[in-house]
């Protein structure tokens, strides 16, 4: 061996017994803090408990559930990019008794199963459907495109699903609902701030859609049992528009601050607030009084109208057209992938309200995550409010479920299976704590992680679960998974903690849905239907989810299909055509080296 080799091997060696040791510290520490993360974890489900939250959400203790995923895939053909995206569905029937539940019935989706799209366009247009915009030009993502098409995929789905039978009432989706929800929040005020969106100007039912029709659905998700929106920061403008659609009337001025403002702190923000609704939005009547015009009323409507259409016209292409463009305003406009995600939010969106309006359980099921709130935020703010005692600080594992994962393991003779975390607001995804004790008689200090901005609270709610360990080894378990749900009113608790967030103008309280004592009953209906899914002995469906894992290997099998058939029909297209073969080059010119280097090695 030469010295570079032994060079080489020496610091590979010395690097990993590093790691190994590093990794044996964060172990120790673990079990130092064993009693603490015990704290945050609760052993099985109360089957009284989800039989009161189904009674509550389904009216029955029994109901029907749908199972979605998707998939995608993109292809080159000439100087043509093909994209693909679709999902799939699994329909079945679960049944809630005192022994817990039981999945009844599974079958393959008939009047809904599916819903997919291949897009063909020019490698020349990639950069203006697929681009992002920055100081350096435009920035082609390759998978941008069809990860924003597979995820509206998804939630068209289950919104047809919801749509064509009342009778489901519970929807699985295998993706971060609270995650996408804040991400698409954020990147669509960016997007709607260039003017430059495809749903603005569209013609709907309910009048044209405007730019502040999409500004104010994509902030406004209005549930009075909720407190939503919010009176605070960013959210006040929306607050107000929000409670002068529920008064039905003009409301002084006076009368407003009242209602939003407690003990008056804000009144000197809401009457700025009120001024740029007035004179920079044109949203309220001229006078003294506040009260919308009439085309506000009906901003939802004519968004949410929108918002399907765009989808439909992708996903159920009209005969001759293409599923990104869309005419309109006397010409042709292009859907690119801020387009989609900001109809990925709406969609979004209404399935939310269908969850609160119809009584629909809405679980989002999370394989992998890096997120760290529920040890860096969450344990930090328990506390400090005295209601967990952390013996030194919970380990760093760099993820909430790495820790998780490894506790379970060094723990596994006391921890059974199904287990859960405490479920926590999603606004602590956001939530930095400042100190490690409470302000006197008020609550817990801290700051938003990013531009000191803290998402909305009360919206979703979020949990670790692990679902399975073997009976001979209890130390061989399954993956811990992430779930997230939204918060239902009257059967999630909206009192107790508050958190005191300085943005700038004042002290704003914040009051989140966290688990102290008393879980919600909607917790034990989570689990008790996760719990009733896990159990099929297929490895990589042991401990997850077998009506997720059906639809995943139909996704996969009808993408294995429909490739081989899009992709001939893109060729047969190109050969017939009477466009000058010599000018279609084969690939990039980086492609093109690699395949003559391959063919050359042989």
């Known amino acids: 061996m030469?010295?570079?080799?032994?060079?080489?091997?020496?610091?590979?060696?010395?690097?990993?017994?590093?790691?190994?040791?590093?990794?044996?510290?964060?172990?120790?520490?673990?079990?130092?803090?064993?009693?603490?993360?015990?704290?945050?974890?609760?052993?099985?489900?109360?089957?009284?408990?989800?039989?009161?939250?189904?009674?509550?959400?389904?009216?029955?203790?029994?109901?029907?559930?749908?199972?979605?995923?998707?998939?995608?895939?993109?292809?080159?053909?000439?100087?043509?990019?093909?994209?693909?995206?679709?999902?799939?569905?699994?329909?079945?029937?679960?049944?809630f008794d005192e022994s817990g539940c039981r999945m009844a019935e599974l079958n393959e989706e008939t009047s809904s199963a599916s819903v997919s799209s291949a897009i063909p366009i020019y490698e020349e247009e990639e950069s203006s459907v697929a681009g992002k915009m920055t100081e350096a030009g435009a920035e082609i993502d390759p998978m941008r495109l069809p990860s924003s098409l597979m995820r509206l995929?998804?939630?068209?789905?289950?919104?047809?699903?919801?749509?064509?039978?009342?009778?489901?009432?519970?929807?699985?989706?295998?993706?971060?609902?609270?995650?996408?929800?804040?991400?698409?929040v954020w990147s669509a005020r960016e997007w709607l701030e260039t003017g430059h969106s495809a749903m603005e100007g569209m013609d709907t039912p309910f009048g044209t859609v405007s730019q502040s029709d999409l500004d104010l659905a994509r902030m406004l998700n209005p549930n009075k049992g909720l407190l939503l929106p919010p009176p605070r920061s960013q959210f006040i403008r929306y607050a107000i528009v929000e409670h002068l659609i529920s008064a039905g009337k003009e409301v002084s001025e006076e009368e407003l601050i009242r209602a939003l403002s407690k003990g008056g702190g804000k009144a000197e923000r809401i009457r700025r607030e009120l001024q740029r609704l007035r004179d920079e939005y044109g949203l309220l009547e001229p006078g003294e009084g506040c009260r919308l015009k009439p085309h506000v009323w009906a901003y939802w409507e004519r968004v949410s109208f929108a918002a399907k259409k765009v989808a439909e016209h992708i996903f159920e292409t009209p005969p001759g057209e293409h599923p990104l463009i869309m005419k309109g305003g006397g010409g042709e406009r292009w859907i690119c992938s801020d387009d989609l995600d900001l109809v990925s939010l709406f969609i979004l969106q209404r399935l939310l309200r269908m969850a609160w309006d119809n009584g629909v359980l809405l679980v989002g099921l999370i394989k992998?995550?890096?997120?760290?709130?529920?040890?860096?935020?969450?344990?930090?703010?328990?506390?400090?409010?005295?209601?967990?005692?952390?013996?030194?600080?919970?380990?760093?594992?760099?993820?909430?479920?790495?820790?998780?994962?490894?506790?379970?393991?060094?723990?596994?003779?006391?921890?059974?299976?199904?287990?859960?975390?405490?479920?926590?607001?999603?606004?602590?995804?956001?939530?930095?704590?400042?100190?490690?004790?409470?302000?006197?008689?008020?609550?817990?200090?801290?700051?938003?992680?990013?531009?000191?901005?803290?998402?909305?609270?009360?919206?979703?709610?979020?949990?670790?679960?692990?679902?399975?360990?073997?009976?001979?080894?209890?130390?061989?378990?399954?993956?811990?998974?992430?779930?997230?749900?939204?918060?239902?009113?009257?059967?999630?608790?909206?009192?107790?903690?508050?958190?005191?967030?300085?943005?700038?103008?004042?002290?704003?309280?914040?009051?989140?849905?966290l688990e102290c004592e008393e879980g919600s009953p909607v917790a034990d209906l989570v689990i008790a239907i996760l719990s009733s899914m896990a159990g099929e002995v297929i490895p990589e469906a042991l401990g997850h989810n077998f009506p997720l894992f059906l639809a995943d290997k139909k996704a996969k099998l009808v993408l294995e299909v429909a490739r081989q058939t899009y992709l001939a029909t893109v060729a047969y297209e190109l050969a017939k055509s009477r466009l000058d073969q010599q000018i279609l080059f084969n690939t990039k010119f980086r492609d093109f080296r690699s395949e003559i280097e391959a063919i050359r090695r042989g």
């Open 2 to 95: 030469s010295s570079e080799h032994e060079r080489i091997v020496g610091s590979v060696r010395s690097s990993t017994q590093k790691l190994v040791g590093k990794f044996s510290e964060k172990i120790e520490s673990m079990r130092r803090s064993s009693a603490a993360i015990r704290s945050l974890i609760r052993e099985g489900y109360s089957a009284d408990k989800a039989i009161f939250a189904a009674r509550s959400l389904f009216g029955k203790e029994e109901a029907k559930f749908v199972a979605v995923d998707g998939t995608m895939a993109q292809d080159r053909q000439l100087d043509m990019i093909i994209f693909y995206a679709g999902a799939y569905a699994y329909q079945g029937k679960i049944i």
């Open 153 to 184: 995929s998804e939630y068209y789905l289950a919104m047809k699903a919801l749509e064509v039978d009342p009778g489901v009432k519970v929807v699985l989706l295998d993706r971060t609902l609270a995650g996408e929800f804040g991400h698409l």
């Open 368 to 513: 992998d995550t890096m997120a760290y709130e529920l040890a860096h935020s969450v344990s930090k703010v328990l506390s400090a409010t005295g209601r967990i005692g952390l013996a030194g600080n919970v380990p760093d594992f760099n993820s909430d479920k790495a820790l998780l994962q490894n506790y379970s393991v060094v723990e596994a003779m006391g921890l059974n299976t199904p287990w859960r975390t405490i479920e926590y607001d999603s606004c602590f995804r956001t939530a930095i704590p400042l100190c490690d004790a409470p302000a006197p008689g008020h609550g817990v200090k801290v700051k938003g992680a990013h531009k000191n901005v803290i998402s909305n609270e009360r919206t979703f709610v979020k949990a670790y679960v692990q679902l399975w360990r073997s009976n001979n080894d209890p130390a061989i378990r399954s993956h811990v998974f992430a779930y997230d749900r939204p918060c239902y009113p009257g059967l999630d608790n909206l009192r107790g903690l508050v958190l005191l967030h300085e943005d700038g103008e004042g002290v704003e309280m914040i009051e989140p849905v």
